[in-house]
């Protein structure tokens, strides 16, 4: 059965960790956690979801660009464009916060997919971007650390 998970907020000390390797992909506790990870983006309505999102701390995440899902597990990035542009980011886990990041235009991915199999990936534009933001929280790091200047946005109830 599909779950979705709680996304930790960034007072929480699991974001702040380096995430683990993870030994096997094909593990039935990782294709279970990759079911609920993309449960859980596609519920909060969020672009990308690092597993230590949602209190797993291994090298895991799920991108969503328009219905079309990718998952990485145990991703590296190989190389990045010299060319830089900066955009607006937010996070599931910082709520209600924005802010400008400067990162690399475009980047090369290599992981294994969610059956295992090995994928290399040429990205550019906005999926560089996520890409760049997830990797981001595998290392413990999130936007509101790279941001320019953070703004908060107050929703209407």
């Known amino acids: 059965m599909v779950r979705v998970l709680k ?4 007072n ?3 974001l702040r960790k380096k995430a683990e390797i993870v030994k096997d ?21 969020g672009l990308g979801l690092a597993a ?13 660009m328009e219905g079309d899902i990718s998952v990485f597990v145990n991703p590296e990035i190989k190389d990045f ?5 900066p955009f607006e980011e937010g996070c599931l886990s910082v709520q209600k916060t924005w802010g400008s990041v400067i990162r690399p235009k475009k980047l090369t991915i290599k ?3 969610e059956n295992g199999k090995p994928v290399k990936i040429r990205a550019k534009g906005l999926l560089a971007r996520i890409v760049q933001h997830e990797m981001d ?17 107050e929703t209407q109830k």
């Open 111 to 113: 992981a294994f997919d």
């Open 25 to 45: 992909p094909k593990d039935p506790e990782i294709q279970k956690l990759i079911e609920d990870m993309v449960a859980t983006m596609k519920s909060a309505k």
């Open 81 to 85: 464009s010299k060319e830089s542009i």
């Open 12 to 14: 929480d000390p699991v």
């Open 137 to 153: 929280h595998l290392n413990g790091i999130l936007f509101i650390d790279k941001a320019e200047k953070l703004y908060k946005i």
């Open 52 to 64: 230590p999102q949602v209190s797993v701390s291994l090298r895991v995440f799920t991108i969503d």
């Open 7 to 10: 996304i930790i907020q960034e």
